[in-house]
């Protein structure tokens, strides 16, 4: 009886339409990598933005106890 209902299942299955036009998967697929890409694209720059400014041979070459300048660090 398994084997029966399987086969009904496989041959059901097999019958079965797309919900939408096999291209339209290839366009959401563009569309999501496009708006993932978008998403990396915003953090550009980002690693050099927190990068420890170089001590250029001042000081004793600790790095100072109110980095970075701010007007809120005081």
Do not use: N
């Not at 915003?42 to 790095?63: C, E, I, L, N």
Request: charged share 15%; glycine share 8%; aromatic share 10%.
């Amino acid at each position: 009886m398994s084997m029966t209902v399987t086969r009904i299942l496989a041959e059901e299955a097999a019958h079965s339409e797309l919900p939408m036009p096999p291209w339209l998967f290839g366009v959401i697929a563009l569309v999501a990598f496009a708006f993932l890409l978008g998403v990396t694209w915003s953090f550009r720059g980002t690693a050099q933005k927190y990068v420890r400014p170089t001590d250029h041979g001042q000081g004793d070459g600790q790095d100072s106890p109110h980095w970075p300048e701010h007007p809120a660090h005081h």
